[in-house]
């Protein structure tokens, strides 16, 4: 009996010991549990990979200016003059202006041409008749016509003014300014006589324009197409048009009859991109 006693008393404290034990472990995992979660939350992120270095552009498409030459570094390419390649100059102006030349493009053309306007060899005429022929930008039609007149041919400046005096016949008065500061630009008398008839416009803009575009060409001897209009009713008008009067009269019967590099380097387009 007592034995039995004994025995039920050993058992249960086995069975108390072991419960103990398994309550500890309970605890123990579950206070690991938010350490084991906490470490998951603050695992490192994975390394997103380099973005790869963009490549040059071959499309066409406009690039950063900085990796862009200068236009006048451009122009000096231009003028750099090789030996072994002759007439390399003029293959380089005229990939320059290849297709729809932009206007900075034009700008620096202008300014080779004229730079090489006394230079035969390096610019001949008949390389520059084919530019001309080739050309749609006015800028650089125009500076061609006239450093070809320089040179002796008038060809290619009568030419010039044959567009312009078309283009005043236009019923547009926008279109007749655009011709009269074209032929403006110009500086020759022989553009004296396409102007003339545009010192009558009905438009008084159109006349403004025309009184300037003769100042530009004309000289002591067109006094007379100027002196009238001192009295046209619009004061815009007559006002200009008394100041063109006393300038042509500073200006010798040989003004405006031969060009000068004065003359053509006063209207060339500004290089915008020095």
């Known amino acids: 009996m007592i034995l039995a006693v004994l025995a039920g008393v050993a058992l249960a404290g086995v069975l108390t010991w072991q419960l103990q034990k398994n309550r500890a472990l309970e605890s123990g995992a579950e206070a690991a549990q938010p350490s084991i979660k906490k470490k998951r939350d603050v695992a490192p992120k994975p390394v997103q990979p380099a973005s790869p270095e963009p490549k040059p552009d071959i499309s066409g498409e406009p690039v950063a200016t900085a990796n862009l030459p200068s236009s006048y570094q451009i ?3 231009l003028e750099t003059d090789s030996e072994t390649e002759p007439g390399s100059s003029v293959e380089k102006l005229e990939a320059l202006l290849a297709r729809d030349a932009t206007d900075e493009a034009a700008a620096i053309a ?6 090489k306007a006394g230079d035969r060899q390096a610019l001949p005429d008949y390389a520059l008749q084919e530019l001309y022929a080739s050309q749609r930008n006015p800028d650089v039609r125009r500076v061609i016509a006239q450093v070809v007149s320089q040179r002796g041919d008038d060809a290619l400046l009568k030419d010039q003014i044959a567009g312009a005096q078309a ?6 008065p926008r279109d007749r300014l655009d011709a009269l500061n074209h032929l403006g630009k110009i500086h020759s008398v022989q553009a004296v006589d396409a102007i003339a008839p545009s010192l009558q416009d009905s438009d008084s803009t159109v006349r403004v324009a025309a ?6 060409s004309g000289n002591e001897q067109h006094i007379y197409l100027a002196e009238p209009l001192t009295r046209d009713p619009d004061p815009s008008v007559s006002t200009l048009a008394a100041n063109v009067t006393s300038a042509l009269k500073n200006l010798s019967s040989s003004a405006h009859t031969r060009y000068s590099r004065a003359d053509i380097e006063a209207e060339l387009p500004p290089i915008a991109n020095p």
């Open 110 to 115: 202008c300014r080779f041409i004229f730079n």
């Open 75 to 77: 122009l000096k390419d």
């Open 211 to 216: 009184l300037f575009a003769l100042r530009d």
């Open 167 to 172: 283009t005043l016949k236009s019923s547009a």
